[in-house]
């Protein structure tokens, strides 16, 4: 295995030979080099050089060997510190057709994101900046006391127990209910979540009468209206004209990551595309926030991995 240590060369330089590499050698074998320490000047900007021993470098964080990482499909080990100037970098290719999304049931199945699957492992709130994004978009509609609260694709139940945690000291909400199509997640979240003011319901987000008449001072739907299996925005024009509190708030999660194996990648992936491409999530997006503009409310777009489309009624 050949190691490669980098100086001065640009970032164009890197990229291609490191591309080049992982192409050339045995498939899976990991790529090594050896780069400048990140903590040697960081009062430079990337890419700015100085001397390391007498020799020209170029700075950079070490952000940019795990943005690098992430482009070429891999995973990057913890670098190992060589000396105060220099540090070694693993990266490992990881398995670009182990993904979730293959599990073999169809879209629309019951069980498809349960928690016996791949996707039933994930926390969304181990992404710091989504669990950051959410926590805002929270402070930002400000929820009455004692509200009422419901999850349109609860899954296990990861948003209402971080808003519980993020709340009951403040205006802890009345009643939480989660909705979920998949038994096995539903059941998970009760027994996650076993008290009140958690509630949770199995129930197929198409049908007309899936909130039976009730209303709520929020409605959280993260990662579930895009579903090819859900009219979100007829559901979400339900919500609003019958379902929704006339101060009401309303927090739309889209998710703009995917993971490969246990990776998560970052942006929009649309077959192929090689790298994330955004117009399919842009125009949903846009159309969601249009909409909401429309029946009076203020509307911000904020995150990353997940991007959130909060609104709240203008006074």
Do not use: F, N, W
């Given at each position: 295995m050949s190691i490669r240590r980098y100086?001065?060369?640009?970032?164009r330089q890197i990229l291609h030979d490191m591309r080049t590499t992982l192409r050339n050698q045995t498939p899976g074998a990991?790529?090594?080099v050896q780069v400048p320490h990140p903590d040697s000047a960081e009062t430079l900007y990337r890419g700015e050089t100085f001397s390391l021993s007498?020799?020209?470098v170029r700075y950079r964080p070490l952000s940019v060997w795990v943005e690098l990482a992430d482009i070429l499909d891999c995973r990057l080990q913890c670098p190992k510190v060589l000396d105060s100037q220099w540090i070694e970098l693993t990266m490992t290719p990881i398995d670009t057709q182990s993904c979730w999304h293959?599990?073999?049931?169809p879209s629309g199945h019951p069980e498809k994101y349960g928690?016996?699957?791949e996707y039933g492992r994930i926390d969304k709130f181990e992404r710091p900046h989504d669990l950051a994004a959410f926590q805002d978009a929270l402070e930002w509609i400000r929820l009455p006391d004692d509200a009422q609260v419901v999850s349109l694709g609860v899954n296990r139940g990861d948003e209402l127990h971080l808003l519980w945690e993020t709340l009951q000291t403040t205006c802890p909400p009345a009643r939480l209910l989660g909705i979920d199509h998949s038994a096995s997640?539903?059941?998970?979240?009760r027994n996650r979540m076993p008290s009140a003011p958690f509630e949770f319901r199995r129930a197929d987000l198409n049908e007309d009468n899936v909130l039976r008449g009730e209303r709520f001072d929020a409605v959280l739907a993260l990662n579930t209206l895009h579903s090819p299996k859900l009219d979100g925005r007829a559901l979400l024009r339900r919500i609003v004209k019958d379902h929704l509190n006339p101060t009401g708030a309303i927090i739309l999660g889209f998710p703009n990551c995917r993971y490969i194996g246990q990776t998560l990648k970052f942006g929009a992936q649309t077959k192929n595309y090689?790298?994330?491409?955004?117009?399919?999530?842009?125009?949903?997006?846009s159309a969601y926030r249009r909409y909401l503009h429309q029946q009076k409310f203020t509307v911000n777009i904020t995150g990353r991995h997940t991007l959130f489309v909060n609104a709240k009624r203008r006074p």
């Open positions: 100086h001065d060369e640009s970032l990991a790529l090594v007498g020799q020209t293959t599990d073999g049931r928690i016996d699957t997640a539903i059941e998970y979240a090689s790298s994330p491409e955004y117009s399919v999530l842009l125009k949903e997006i």
